[in-house]
């Protein structure tokens, strides 16, 4: 037997313990698997190829993929959609099987009456592998994932390097449990509060009455005639509309490095907060401008593609308003939410409000107006219901 098929028991074991310990110096999940593979070669097993696969909780995620290649010093990271699930690629792959029946599949690809029932095995031998194994990954909560380890030694892995993989099976799946919960934790908070609001849950601020002032630049935006919408259209329908209009308002909102931070019936709230260090209020003023702008974008695709169909157009106001707000947990102690509260707010709503009677799809205040160039043009001061005293409100200098 040669160095290199010889799997030593004693660094098998350490490696184990490594894993049980949290994998010490490898913070993020492709940090794991890379200290891991580079471990797992030290004991003598030729890994050319590896990779990790955990389906996850998300909106949009169905799962993520974790690629390791002995020629790359980076893990590649992949995000699989749901879409996936259709593909012949996927249904055609170990790693449904693996996922459907919990046993683990080897394909000896150095022997000739290895059979050829995966898609990815032509490419395997394509790139000169020989040997390929995945093994499953089973949490304590019954969910199976995958594992799957690959070389190009002559002959493939020997019994006694498969031996070795498998030692770590029980380890790694703990480790990635693990890993995978955490993942879930921000996938779940990042979706439903917003990645701000959600790191800053995690980071402990849990509590009813944790917050903290900040100044922002404040969205407010609305949809017109949704509750004739609501009455006339089938809810399926009153729904992928919505779906689609928040799409051009949050979609935007977000792509422009805002936080939303909450849908209320068919409106939007949400933050592009200033830093108290850099005091970047010109840069948060246009971040905000500019997402409205694409959001107006988009809208209008909409409407054009609404028009084409015999359907009429949707109508929408956005406010943008700056000021200081409390951004924290509010609520009762059995139920808590995180947002913001504050007179700029209630005053981001009324600009909004102004939109209808001004007949026009966007008005800011002069708290924004005041950071831009070129200047937008003033419609004077109006009077907001519930306002005390008079706010001097904006449109885009086109727009005159």
Same mark, same amino acid.
């Given at each position: 037997?040669?160095?290199?098929?010889?799997?030593?028991?004693?660094?098998?074991?350490?490696?184990?313990?490594?894993?049980?310990?949290?994998?010490?110096?490898?913070?993020?999940?492709?940090?794991?698997?890379?200290?891991?593979?580079?471990?797992?070669?030290?004991?003598?097993?030729?890994?050319?190829?590896?990779?990790?696969?955990?389906?996850?909780?998300?909106?949009?995620?169905?799962?993520?993929?974790?690629?390791?290649?002995?020629?790359?010093?980076?893990?590649?990271?992949?995000?699989?959609?749901?879409?996936?699930?259709?593909?012949?690629?996927?249904?055609?792959?170990?790693?449904?099987?693996?996922?459907?029946?919990?046993?683990?599949?080897?394909?000896?690809?150095?022997?000739?009456?290895?059979?050829?029932?995966?898609?990815?095995?032509?490419?395997?031998?394509?790139?000169?592998?020989?040997?390929?194994?995945?093994?499953?990954?089973?949490?304590?909560?019954?969910?199976?994932?995958?594992?799957?380890?690959?070389?190009?030694?002559?002959?493939?892995?020997?019994?006694?390097?498969?031996?070795?993989?498998?030692?770590?099976?029980?380890?790694?799946?703990?480790?990635?449990?693990?890993?995978?919960?955490?993942?879930?934790?921000?996938?779940?908070?990042?979706?439903?509060?917003?990645?701000?609001?959600?790191?800053?849950?995690?980071?402990?601020?849990?509590?009813?009455?944790?917050?903290?002032?900040?100044?922002?630049?404040?969205?407010?935006?609305?949809?017109?005639?949704?509750?004739?919408?609501?009455?006339?259209?089938?809810?399926?329908?009153?729904?992928?509309?919505?779906?689609?209009?928040?799409?051009?308002?949050?979609?935007?909102?977000?792509?422009?490095?805002?936080?939303?931070?909450?849908?209320?019936?068919?409106?939007?709230?949400?933050?592009?907060?200033?830093?108290?260090?850099?005091?970047?209020?010109?840069?948060?003023?246009?971040?905000?401008?500019?997402?409205?702008?694409?959001?107006?974008?988009?809208?209008?695709?909409?409407?054009?593609?609404?028009? /084409?169909?015999? !359907?009429? &157009?949707?109508?929408?106001?956005? $406010?943008? @308003?700056?000021?200081?707000?409390?951004? +924290?947990? #509010?609520?009762?102690?059995?139920?808590?939410?995180?947002?913001?509260?504050?007179?700029?707010?209630?005053?981001?709503?009324?600009?909004?409000?102004?939109?209808?009677?001004?007949?026009?799809?966007?008005?800011?205040?002069?708290?924004? /107006?005041?950071? !831009?160039? &070129?200047?937008?043009?003033?419609? $004077?001061? @109006?009077?907001?219901?519930?306002?005390? +005293?008079? #706010?001097?409100?904006?449109?885009?200098?086109?727009?005159?």
């Amino acid at each position: 037997m040669t160095d290199i098929q010889l799997v030593k028991p004693s660094l098998t074991a350490s490696v184990v313990d490594w894993l049980v310990d949290g994998a010490p110096g490898a913070p993020l999940s492709q940090d794991i698997l890379l200290h891991l593979c580079e471990r797992l070669m030290d004991c003598g097993i030729p890994l050319f190829r590896s990779a990790v696969f955990v389906t996850t909780l998300h909106p949009n995620i169905m799962g993520r993929a974790f690629y390791w290649r002995k020629d790359n010093p980076i893990v590649e990271v992949g995000e699989a959609p749901y879409s996936l699930l259709d593909s012949d690629e996927y249904k055609r792959s170990p790693i449904l099987h693996v996922l459907e029946k919990n046993t683990e599949i080897r394909r000896h690809l150095s022997d000739p009456d290895c059979p050829d029932d995966f898609l990815v095995l032509k490419d395997f031998r394509d790139e000169g592998i020989t040997d390929y194994v995945i093994m499953p990954l089973e949490f304590t909560n019954g969910e199976i994932h995958a594992a799957s380890w690959s070389t190009c030694q002559p002959g493939g892995f020997t019994e006694a390097q498969l031996g070795g993989l498998r030692n770590i099976q029980s380890a790694l799946s703990r480790l990635a449990e693990i890993m995978a919960l955490k993942r879930v934790s921000i996938n779940l908070l990042d979706a439903y509060l917003g990645h701000q609001s959600g790191a800053k849950v995690l980071s402990g601020k849990i509590q009813r009455g944790d917050g903290e002032d900040i100044l922002s630049v404040i969205w407010f935006c609305d949809l017109r005639q949704s509750t004739e919408l609501a009455d006339t259209l089938p809810s399926a329908d009153y729904l992928a509309l919505l779906n689609q209009y928040f799409e051009c308002m949050a979609g935007a909102i977000l792509d422009g490095g805002g936080e939303v931070l909450k849908y209320i019936g068919d409106a939007v709230l949400a933050i592009f907060p200033i830093d108290p260090k850099t005091e970047n209020y010109k840069e948060a003023c246009y971040l905000a401008v500019n997402s409205a702008r694409e959001a107006m974008s988009r809208m209008q695709t909409l409407n054009d593609e609404r028009q /084409a169909s015999g !359907l009429a &157009p949707l109508g929408y106001g956005i $406010g943008l @308003h700056l000021g200081q707000v409390m951004y +924290g947990n #509010i609520g009762t102690e059995a139920r808590i939410e995180f947002g913001v509260i504050g007179a700029a707010v209630n005053e981001a709503s009324r600009i909004e409000g102004m939109t209808k009677l001004l007949k026009r799809n966007i008005l800011i205040s002069g708290e924004v /107006a005041t950071h !831009l160039e &070129p200047k937008w043009h003033s419609l $004077g001061k @109006h009077s907001l219901r519930g306002v005390g +005293g008079e #706010i001097e409100l904006f449109i885009p200098p086109k727009f005159v």
